[in-house]
């Protein structure tokens, strides 16, 4: 049971030494004001007024929403700190972590300084933030035992994010009447071993609390069942195939329509994809399989693109597939391409709310920012799913064959680049800071391991289909083929991988001596897909 908490008022006018730390960090920074400070459990939390601040530093953003941004931010900080103009803060690394409160939009990472000049050198970037209420806690061994106690979560060492869910689990809900706001959290590393961690807050109205819930209750309606679209430990990352299965969910449709259905009838399971261009996940996100999916099951689709003229009847149209209980599927959101489903709408507001990834909660989106949306047409004669396996089956090698498209690569020709890159000399000249681990390896990987689900689809094919004797002797191929991934994922005493499997560092790809061994195990998938290749 956490003790009461002790709010201390403090008019900064009025305040004189002895001050707490933490005051004297804020005395050093312009641009702040202390509101008070709150003793929890022996652990102070500072509340101050910053105002409109400029940050200037090194900063890395992923490529996608489901990536991390490319390891060593840090170290080009450490470069190019010396050349930030007006520095507020030389004795200071700060570390903004940036839309990680989001799944809408890529998170990234800005290790600065402030600055009182926008104006700065070429290579360092510069970030503006609005004027914001925040709350403070420094890094110390009493914070790191409540952390724990109250979220369970430990002290990382390396970085400081745990706190920021401390300070959220803290305030921001009913009874403190805070909520988390903005989309940058933030770190302080002092030169002299201090540390400090922040969040952006604002007070909610207590007294209109109960007007607003009661004038929402009115403008805003949303499906009954929201749940998350995939979920990740089940091996389910490629998100149309959810996005497919919560839209028969919500029709009542037959529970064969399910993720892994998808995942098979778009050829999801059996597709791996490489790019040196771009980021790429999985066929259905990387080339358009809706046709496919919704012929599998037996519907119409309408597609639609928003624009100034149409919005209002799209608006309206989504309206009254939410009313009559059908999510819509949307294709991009602001800067993502990703798949997503709106559960709901607002009609004051016109925003509606999303279903993205593996998050069991809805986000509101603004509906201006949509790109492309999926209705559900009309029903068609549904195909006999026996069938649809066994043209599955069948179709394996044009999977396996399948030609480049733009800069995308599939299937065989697939692993052959990806197995090839780490010895081609491409790195050679590339700092490890700028090598983003996911976009040269670690996505590649979890493609080849999610498509350990090919097991299952064969599986499938054969109970509905017992005649179709070339299954037995493709199953040990795909056997194989995740024997081959786990071992580059896992293997080693500690199932720490080939060179961390998936948590390979930036350096060790630009290694070609350690890479070697990894690039000859990927071309076993080569050699599976040639076996494969022979039993047809």
Request: hydrophobic letters at 30%; proline letters at 4%.
């Amino acid at each position: 049971m956490s003790k009461p908490m002790k709010q201390t008022i403090i008019n900064p006018e009025d305040y004189s030494p002895p001050m707490p730390e933490i005051l004297n960090m804020a005395s050093n920074l312009c641009s702040e004001k202390i509101i008070k400070i709150v003793s929890f459990e022996e652990v102070e939390f500072t509340f101050v007024e910053k105002s409109k601040t400029l940050y200037a530093g090194a900063y890395s953003e992923a490529l996608d929403n489901t990536s991390e941004p490319a390891e060593g931010n840090s170290e080009n900080y450490q470069e190019i700190k010396s050349k930030i103009k007006d520095s507020i803060t030389p004795d200071c690394m700060i570390c903004h972590s940036i839309n990680y409160t989001t799944e809408l939009l890529p998170c990234a990472l800005l290790h600065c300084q402030e600055t009182t000049s926008a104006k700065q050198p070429d290579g360092i970037y510069v970030y503006e933030v609005p004027a914001s209420l925040y709350i403070k806690v420094k890094a110390s061994d009493e914070a790191w035992k409540l952390t724990k106690k109250l979220t369970g979560e430990e002290n990382p060492d390396f970085h400081m994010a745990p706190l920021f869910g401390l300070m959220s689990h803290v305030f921001c809900n009913e009874k403190y009447g805070y909520e988390h706001t903005g989309k940058s959290e933030i770190e302080y590393y002092y030169d002299n071993g201090t540390q400090y961690a922040a969040i952006p807050v604002r007070k909610t109205n207590d007294n209109n609390s109960e007007q607003n819930k009661k004038a929402d209750s009115k403008n805003i309606k949303k499906l009954k069942n929201i749940h998350n679209l995939i979920t990740y430990h089940l091996g389910q990352n490629y998100i149309f195939n959810g996005c497919m299965a919560y839209l028969m969910e919500c029709i009542n449709e037959k529970t064969d329509y399910d993720y892994w259905f998808f995942s098979d009838m778009t050829g999801d399971s059996f597709t791996q994809l490489y790019s040196d261009d771009i980021s790429v996940t999985c066929l259905s996100d990387n080339t358009d399989c809706v046709q496919k999916a919704f012929d599998s099951c037996g519907y119409d689709f309408i597609r639609l693109s928003i624009d100034n003229k149409n919005s209002n009847d799209i608006f309206l149209r989504i309206k009254e597939n939410i009313d009559n209980g059908i999510p819509v599927i949307s294709k991009g959101y602001g800067n993502s391409d990703k798949y997503c489903v709106i559960c709901g709408y607002n009609t004051e507001s016109k925003h509606v709310y999303l279903l993205q990834n593996a998050s069991k909660k809805d986000v509101k989106a603004d509906f201006n920012d949509f790109n492309t949306l999926i209705f559900l047409g009309d029903k068609k004669e549904s195909p006999d799913i026996a069938a649809l396996y066994r043209n599955l089956i069948m179709d394996i090698p044009n999977y396996i064959n399948m030609p480049p498209k733009e800069s995308i690569i599939f299937g065989r020709q697939a692993f052959v680049k990806w197995a090839e890159s780490f010895l081609d000399g491409r790195y050679d000249n590339i700092p490890a800071s700028k090598i983003n681990k996911y976009s040269c390896h670690t996505n590649y990987l979890i493609n080849a391991g999610t498509n350990g689900c090919s097991r299952g689809a064969l599986k499938r094919a054969y109970e509905l289909n017992p005649d179709m004797d070339i299954i037995p002797k493709l199953q040990p191929c795909f056997e194989k083929n995740q024997q081959i991934f786990e071992f580059i994922a896992y293997s080693g005493a500690n199932h720490e991988g080939m060179e961390g499997g998936l948590h390979i560092l930036p350096k060790t790809i630009k290694d070609k001596e350690k890479m070697k061994p990894i690039s000859d195990k990927i071309f076993e998938f080569v050699d599976v897909c040639d076996e494969i290749l022979a039993i047809y």
